[in-house]
């Protein structure tokens, strides 16, 4: 069974910084490809940042310069720094792994989501 756990989200001013973190738990061999999604009410879900095992990124046009995503293999955690933060960038932010199970075996799992509010 794994299990992405987030932290990090909350209220902040516009203008101001947050740092979302993911961790994984479980029983598997590696993870490839994290990242982060938002959904903000009314909207679909869209992604944020993906990072690859190997440290490459991709980034949305509208948060490219303002967020950095990084990630800890040996700790299984991908984390999400948000700078000059905008109302526009109020929503949920849900992590998501793709996971190496085991020998072929692959999956794709999302955590529980973490409300992040810009606001005056």
């Known amino acids: 069974q794994v299990q992405l756990v987030e932290s990090g989200g909350g209220l902040v001013q516009p203008g101001g910084s947050l740092r979302l973190s993911c961790a994984a738990s479980?029983?598997?061999?590696?993870?490839?490809?994290m990242g982060w999604y938002r959904q903000a009410p009314g909207k679909q879900r869209e992604l944020v940042a993906t990072i690859t095992f190997g440290g490459g990124t991709n980034y949305a046009d509208s948060v490219k310069g303002r967020f950095t995503i990084s990630r800890d293999n040996a700790k299984s955690t991908v984390s999400l720094q948000m700078n000059r933060l905008t109302p526009a960038d109020t929503a949920i932010y849900y992590c998501?792994?793709?996971?190496?199970?085991?020998?072929?075996?692959?999956?794709?799992?999302w955590g529980q989501g973490t409300q992040v509010t810009v606001s005056s």
């Open positions: 479980g029983s598997f061999f590696s993870i490839a490809d």
């Open positions: 998501n792994d793709q996971i190496h199970l085991s020998a072929g075996r692959y999956g794709g799992y």
